[in-house]
């Protein structure tokens, strides 16, 4: 098995070098550009990939195999764009800005050498290489291809992996969200991970976009402020990819490690996607919510999974989260829980538990059952750790803690030891208001 992964370096400011690599590889793309316009309006046949190779070698002062990667990404363009307008999508438009300053320089596995913290990038036989320092802590492998950008190198590398045994039998559900982002369950065990300082990371970036927005549109275009002002978003909008990506590898990690830990070889989530695609069509749902969930970056979240999941030996499988949060585990009496509290409207049974709790047992109740949960086959597991992020001082950067064990029956709710922690403090006084009614 192949486990190819893309690691992104800050390299800074560009060098001379770099600019000039990169302003020749412009000058190689505005070529392609004009000569493909020219192509098209008189109606001539776009040449083979391998007819631009052989024209456009050695003009250029760039690594041979540079060229070609470049020309095999303008006709890729051309191609995708080409099958967009046969299918009908008449916006699609073929590459035309061709006074590009600066293009992105591609350089194949070959013309790629490591030396200890350092990347030989060839340049061509009789010009001098690009030289560039790699973090040490790059992972080891085979370089498949390096990608020069603006401050930014992108290493592919490329490693032979046995292919893990599964992880084991069993089975494990998540119900995704925003309160939570995922809580876990495998019918005996779960763990949760706080979705709370992703959602706050949301909220920050679009108060402070907000602002910034404000700002600019009170700025003449083209001027100092404005300027200063659009660079200023930039950065912010960067860091907030960067924050938001490590806190959901993170999370990624621990819901694969949880697998691994529980002998679970097959991960189930919700289908995401389809909620989010219906709340749009049908305009459901307050502003508010909407915002919520189409910042929630889950889609990445399940890449992650996706591919971690594969090295660790764990499948995962996307199904309908339907009614998951809504049936009682214990009578499968339906209704629609308001908060974090799942309390059963039936007389005879009132059972009370975490609605993400709740939701991730059914869900996983459904998986055991052919897709229909079986009533008090499988009780949501008393304890659940939660994991919640927090952002380290020294370097800014956000990690996930060990997990803190609460238990969360009734029991245990009246305990003040658990009322240290909010997480299930609404538990705790709805339990508190139940035993007094009793
Ligand atoms: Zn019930």
């Not at 540079?66 to 299918?87: G, H, P, Y």
């Not at 992996?161 to 809580?183: F, Q, R």
């Not at 275009?221 to 907030?240: D, E, I, M, V, W």
């Not at 990506?245 to 070889?265: Q, S, T």
Request: charged content about 25%; some cysteine.
């Amino acid at each position: 098995m192949k486990d190819v992964r893309v690691v992104k370096i800050n390299i800074g400011a560009p060098t001379r070098t770099q600019s000039e690599l990169r302003c020749e590889s412009a000058r190689l793309w505005n070529r392609l550009v004009k000569l493909h316009k020219y192509c098209r309006t008189r109606h001539w046949q776009w040449p083979s990939k391998g007819d631009l190779e052989k024209h456009f070698k050695g003009r250029f002062a760039l690594h041979s195999q540079s060229v070609q990667a470049l020309i095999q990404k303008f006709c890729a363009n051309i191609d995708a764009t080409r099958t967009k307008r046969k299918e009908g999508d008449k916006q699609a438009r073929y590459p035309w800005r061709d006074q590009k300053k600066f293009q992105i320089v591609m350089w194949k596995g070959g013309a790629v050498k490591r030396q200890g913290n350092r990347l030989r990038l060839s340049c061509g036989t009789g010009r001098k290489p690009l030289v560039v320092k790699v973090p040490t802590n790059l992972p080891l492998g085979k370089i498949a291809a390096v990608e020069l950008g603006f401050r930014e190198l992108r290493i592919t590398i490329s490693n032979e992996i046995d292919k893990p045994l599964s992880a084991g039998s069993n089975m494990v559900a998540a119900d995704v969200g925003v309160i939570h982002l995922a809580v876990m369950t495998d019918g005996v065990v779960s763990e949760a991970i706080v979705g709370r300082g992703l959602r706050s990371l949301v909220q920050g970036k679009n108060r402070s976009l907000a602002m910034l927005q404000e700002r600019l549109s009170k700025t003449q275009k083209g001027s100092r402020r404005n300027r200063k002002l659009r660079k200023t978003k930039t950065r912010l909008l960067a860091r907030f990819h960067q924050r938001v990506h490590n806190l959901l590898h993170h999370a990624a990690n621990k819901m694969i490690h949880f697998c691994v830990e529980r002998e679970a070889g097959t991960l189930f989530v919700g289908d995401i996607a389809e909620i989010s695609r219906h709340a749009r069509v049908k305009k459901k749902g307050s502003r508010r919510a909407n915002q919520m969930n189409s910042g929630n970056p889950l889609g990445i979240l399940y890449n992650y999974l996706e591919y971690k999941g594969k090295l660790n030996g764990v499948t995962l499988k996307k199904d309908s989260e339907a009614y998951t949060t809504q049936t009682c585990p214990l009578c499968s009496h339906r209704h629609k829980p308001s908060g974090r509290i799942y309390k059963c409207k039936n007389e005879q049974c009132s059972f009370v538990g975490i609605r993400d709790n709740v939701g991730a047992t059914n869900f996983l109740n459904k998986q055991y059952h052919d897709g229909r949960i079986m009533a008090g086959a499988m009780l949501p597991p008393s304890q659940v750790k939660y994991h919640r992020p927090v952002p380290m001082r020294r370097n800014g950067v956000d990690r996930l803690t060990g997990g803190t064990l609460l238990d969360t029956s009734l029991k245990s709710a009246l305990d003040t030891s658990v009322s240290g922690s909010n997480e299930p403090s609404v538990l705790v006084s709805v339990a508190c208001s139940r035993i007094s009614l009793l």
